[in-house]
Nanobody, 117 residues
Framework: QVKLVESGGGLVQAGGSLRLSCAAS????????MGWYRQAPGKQRELVAH???????TYGDPVKGRFTTSRDNAKNTVSLQMNSLKPEDTAVYYC???????????WGQGTQVTVSS
């Protein structure tokens, strides 16, 4: 059974930091591209970050320079360090295991991040 379980969301003031984690099971984690996405009320889901199996990363423009993603292939976890948070970062944040030839697309249930002004 595949599980992607996010944790670490919450309420933080603008300028603060949060660290999200995603624990994965049931997938070939070390081979998969892992991603963080977010969806704010009334908006489309958008890319926050991708991290490939070799650790290379891609970030969405709104978070570049403020957010950092990392992975631990030994623990099957991926993390998102969010610094200098802004009210516009408020959203539900989702962990994703991107589809590949050998693996379907998987999403976590999401964790709420709320940034107060």
């Amino acid at each position: 059974q595949v599980k992607l379980v996010e944790s670490g969301g919450g309420l933080v003031q603008a300028g603060g930091s949060l660290r999200l984690s995603c624990a994965a099971s049931g997938i070939a984690f070390r081979l998969n591209v892992m991603g963080w996405y977010r969806q704010a009320p009334g908006k489309q889901r958008e890319l926050v970050a991708h991290i490939r199996s070799d650790g290379t990363t891609t970030y969405g423009d709104p978070v570049k320079g403020r957010f950092t993603t990392s992975r631990d292939n030994a623990k099957n976890t991926v993390s998102l360090q969010m610094n200098s948070l802004k009210p516009e970062d408020t959203a539900v944040y989702y962990c994703r295991s991107l589809p590949a030839l050998y693996s379907p697309d998987y999403w976590g249930q999401g964790t709420q991040v709320t940034v107060s002004s």
